[in-house]
C-alpha cells in the first residue's frame, strides 16, 4: 500500500521561504520519478517541479529559480525548498510520482503566503 505523507507547510510572508518534506512507503522509491503538485483554491492541481530517478529536475515556469526539488533515495523522502514566495503560491502542495499513482495521493500541505 502506497502512502505519500507531505509536511512543512505553513503561513509565511510575501518573500519568505518555506521546505517541505515528503516520506513515501510502499514503493520502490528509488525508481519513480517524483514530483511536487500543487492545487490551489478553484484552481487543477498542477506539477511545478519534479526530479528524475537519475536525478535531473524540472520545473514550470513559475517558479524557475525560486524552488528546489531533492530527494533521498536512502529515506524513501522527496524535498521542495520554496524561495521568495509570494500570494500566487497558496496552494496545497502534494508529493506523488510521474505520472502520478492513482489513489496514492496524500493529504498535502497548506501553503498560504500573506502578509
Known amino acids: 500500500q502506497v502512502q505519500l505523507v507531505e509536511s512543512g507547510g505553513g503561513l509565511v510572508q510575501p518573500g519568505g521561504s518555506l521546505r517541505l518534506s515528503c516520506a513515501a512507503s510502499?514503493?520502490?522509491?528509488?525508481?519513480?520519478?517524483m514530483a511536487w503538485y500543487r492545487q490551489a483554491p478553484g484552481k487543477q492541481r498542477e506539477l511545478v517541479a519534479a526530479i528524475t530517478r537519475g536525478g535531473t529536475r524540472n520545473y514550470v515556469d513559475s517558479v524557475k529559480g525560486r524552488f528546489t526539488i531533492s530527494r533521498d533515495n536512502a529515506k524513501n523522502t522527496v524535498s521542495l525548498r520554496m524561495n521568495s514566495l509570494n500570494p500566487d503560491d497558496t496552494a496545497v502542495y502534494y508529493c506523488n510520482a510521474v505520472p502520478a499513482l492513482r489513489d496514492s495521493w496524500g493529504q498535502g500541505t497548506q501553503v498560504t503566503v500573506s502578509s
Open positions: 510502499g514503493i520502490i522509491f528509488s525508481i519513480y520519478n
